[in-house]
Nanobody, 123 residues
Framework: QVQLVESGGGLVQPGGSLRLSCAAS????????MGWFRQAPGKEREFVAA????????RYADSVKGRFTISRDSAKNTMYLQMNSLKPEDTAVYYC????????????????WGQGTQVTVSS
């Protein structure tokens, strides 16, 4: 079992930045990949970014490439999502997730989920 706890969401103006954190605890597994997904009201959950915990291989949705960066601090067992140049369309609940294997972009491929953190981009 893996437990995930997100933090760092909030209200930010367009063009601003936020950094989300996802603290992982429980079973340590070097084959895990961790990802970020988001869900806006009335929309399906969508992939944002993913990173393999050990290899560092990353994947990003086209909508966030060049603006968001996924990283990790292995000493703290924490994954981060640095979000720059935020747009109103980035407004959503952001979830971190974990799965065994590669950096998948399909939410149903992930086995463990955090509770979500709200990000609102508005002036």
């Amino acid at each position: 079992q893996v437990q995930l706890v997100e933090s760092g969401g909030g209200l930010v103006q367009p063009g601003g930045s936020l950094r989300l954190s996802c603290a992982a605890s429980g079973r340590a597994e070097s084959r895990y990949s961790m990802g970020w997904f988001r869900q806006a009201p009335g929309k399906e959950r969508e992939f944002v970014a993913a990173r393999h915990w050990i290899s560092g291989s990353t994947r990003y949705a086209d909508s966030v490439k060049g603006r968001f960066t996924i990283s990790r601090d292995s000493a703290k067992n924490t994954m981060y999502l640095q979000m720059n140049s935020l747009k109103p369309e980035d407004t959503a609940v952001y979830y971190c997730a974990a799965r065994l294997g590669g950096t998948g972009s399909i939410w149903s491929e992930y086995d463990y989920w955090g509770q979500g953190t709200q990000v609102t981009v508005s002036s």
